[in-house]
Every structure is written in C-alpha cells, then in structure tokens.
C-alpha cells in the first residue's frame, strides 16, 4: 500500500497543473460547503446555551392601529403580564444599551444590557460569583449596581473579590454584586454588563415599547395558550389603567406576539440559510462532476501507459489501486484545503458580524460535533 501511495504521489507530482486545478476545485466548494453548514448548525440545529431552552418565549408587542407591526413590551404591560398571566413560570424584561465605564486603567464604552431581576432564572443561569438582582433594585431611585460578564471580569483582572467594588458607569459611582458564568451573553453576543431594569412603578409608563420580554413557559401551557392568555390581558389594558394612553392602545387594536425564543432569534435568516445550504450543495455537486470529467480524460490519456503494464503482467488491482490513490490524494489534500477555506470564511464572518447575527451562538468549526454519528 505505502508503495502504491508513493507511486500515485509521483504521478501527481509530474502533473501539478492538474492536481492543482482538481484540489483547489474541490477545496473551494468543500469549504464553502463547510462553512454555511456550520453557520446552519449553530443557527439552527444547536440548541440555545440555556437549561431551559426549550421552553423559553418572546413576547412582543403589536399594534396595527398605529402601523407597528411588530415592538417591544413597556413597563406597564409587563407589570400586567407579570402579575396577572397564568400561563408562564416567569417573565422578564432586557434591553440592550452602551455604558461608558471608568474605574479601569482605559475608560471605555460598554455593550450592557438592563434586566429585570427575573431575568437570570428565567434564562436558568445564575452568578458564579456574588448574587441575581433584587425586585428592591428595580426600583426607581434603588442602588447602583451591576453584574459583570465573565470576559469583563477578566478584563478587569479576574479578581475573585470583585464583588463589593465600585466602578463608574456613566458618571455614577455602581457597585459589583455578581459575576456571570463564562459563555453567558444576553441578549447580544458582545453583552458584557448587565445593570438593573428600573420599572416606572409610579407612572406605569405604557407607550414606551421598547424591551424584549423573554418569558419561561409553565408546566402544560404552550405557546398558543400564552398567547390567549396574555391577549386576554392586553385587550382590557384600559381597565387596568387610567391613563389615556391604555385607551388609545386598546383602540388601536394591541395585541401579544408570542414565538420561541430560538424563532426570534433567527428570525429571516432561516430561509436565507435553507438557500444557502442548497446553493452550497449545488456547487459541491458540479465541482466533483467537474474533478471526475478530469480524472476521466486523465484516465484515458493514461490507456497506453496501463496497457503496457498489463502485458508486463501488472495486475489488475494494482492498476486499479494506482488510479484509485490518486484520486484519494486529491480527496484529501482538498479536504485538507476545504477546512482552512472554511475557517478563513468563518474568521471573516465573526469580523464582519452582520446584525442578523448579533444575537445567535457563536459559529465555529465543531469537529467533534461533525464527526459524532447521527443520534
């Protein structure tokens, strides 16, 4: 076998305009294929990095009366979907925002995030170090704290004391009460900052859409009974609340929209990437159509050439190995080249970060994933 291998690498060597054409063909192809395949699987076939993935929602908002199609939730309409739902475990409200920290050797500008206290346990994470938010620091005029991601921890020199520090954030002096787990970023990928979601309690402040309501459902409801319930509520908004606003909502016809979270999440970019996927494997088809047409003239240029070794006695089977290797020696050196194309795509990918993809997982090379048989 190491003598038929050597033999197919020599032959090769003597054609490199040929072997060249035929790995860089497949090389392209296998790592286009390669790549949209991973951006598919972290998209849509891995599941979200939490314990309760499946069973998470996002509640949105509708009004068609007033041409918005699809918002987010205020504090009014949380507070009654919190305190008057029958269908969810939990519900909670985040929304992402940019800090300017100081306290650090470089003042800098964070992505952050405002969470409820609800928000963590909805999710299913917790700290690893110091504690959650408390319903006491959703208040208006409540403490200035914050929880730290774990990359920022790091940044900030991984100090396992950090808890209890006080850093400036926009001007105001905020103390640490928690760091998150490594991996954890909500609702974005670049979220290194969580700060406390102040409720207008007092007010009740409605018109202001703007949150992303992530919800837990209960034991025995799904998503369509979330939806009656939740429509049931917002539908008599005016009973609950006074101020004029409730009543021009109501008019206007304001509704829930209610899908999984993973459905938010992806959003359009499902069927862009079913095309994608079949482009792909369109292109890797024609490319090893095209690698085969050229190993078939190649073998028929070769015709004299495995003549005179059969009369020399050669057997069949080492003729048919010594074509076979070359074509396994183009196979893999392609396979070899797909990958670094694949990972130069992917690299380039994470740099450009498309807005599509803010808040999906994290798309790489899984090796262990792909070589894993089918469950």
């Avoid at 690893?128 to 005029?141: H, M, Q, T």
């Avoid at 009460?177 to 609702?187: K, L, S, Y």
């Avoid at 024609?286 to 078939?296: E, F, G, Q």
Wanted: charged share 20%.
């Amino acid at each position: 076998m190491t003598l038929l291998v050597r033999r197919a690498a020599r032959r090769l060597r003597r054609s490199p305009g040929f072997a060249a054409l035929c790995i860089l063909t497949l090389a392209v192809a296998i790592g286009a294929d390669t790549a949209v395949f991973s951006l598919f699987d972290s998209v849509l076939l891995r599941p979200l990095p939490y314990p309760n993935a499946d069973r998470l929602l996002f509640v949105g908002t509708t009004v068609p009366g007033l041409d918005l199609p699809e918002v987010g939730v205020s504090d009014g309409v949380y507070a009654l979907y919190r305190d008057h739902q029958h269908t969810l475990k939990d519900i909670a409200l985040a929304r992402t925002i940019f800090v300017n920290l100081a306290g650090t050797e470089a003042p800098r500008r964070v992505p952050s995030a405002t969470a409820t206290a609800s928000l963590f346990p909805v999710l299913g994470v917790q700290p690893r170090l110091g504690r959650n938010f408390l319903r006491d620091d959703e208040k208006l005029g409540g403490p200035a704290v914050a929880i730290l991601g774990d990359r920022l921890w790091h940044e900030l020199g991984s100090d396992p004391q950090v808890v209890g520090h006080v850093l400036k954030i926009d001007g105001v002096p905020t103390q640490v009460i928690g760091v998150m787990p490594p991996g954890f970023a909500f609702p974005d990928l670049d979220t290194e900052l969580w700060l406390p979601r102040r409720l207008d309690v007092e007010r009740q402040s409605l018109a202001y859409l703007n949150d992303d309501a992530i919800a837990l459902l209960a034991p025995g409801s799904t998503p369509q009974s979330v939806a009656t319930d939740l429509g049931n509520l917002v539908h008599r908004l005016d009973r609950f609340y006074a101020a004029r606003a409730a009543k021009i909502l109501v008019n206007a016809g304001i509704a829930p929209i209610v899908k999984t979270l993973r459905d938010h999440q992806v959003g359009d970019l499902r069927a862009v990437l079913w095309l994608l996927l079949g482009a792909v494997g369109c292109i890797l088809a024609i490319a090893c159509a095209n690698v085969a047409n050229l190993l078939i003239v190649r073998g028929e240029g070769r015709q004299r050439e495995l003549a005179i070794h059969s009369a020399l006695g050669a057997p069949r089977r080492a003729l048919l190995g010594s074509v076979l290797w070359e074509s396994l020696l183009i196979g893999v050196a392609a396979g070899i080249a797909g990958i670094a194309v694949a990972w130069g795509g992917l690299h380039l990918l994470a740099a450009l970060r498309p807005p599509a993809l803010a808040r999906l997982a994290p798309v790489f090379l899984d090796a262990a994933r792909s070589l894993s048989p089918p469950s």
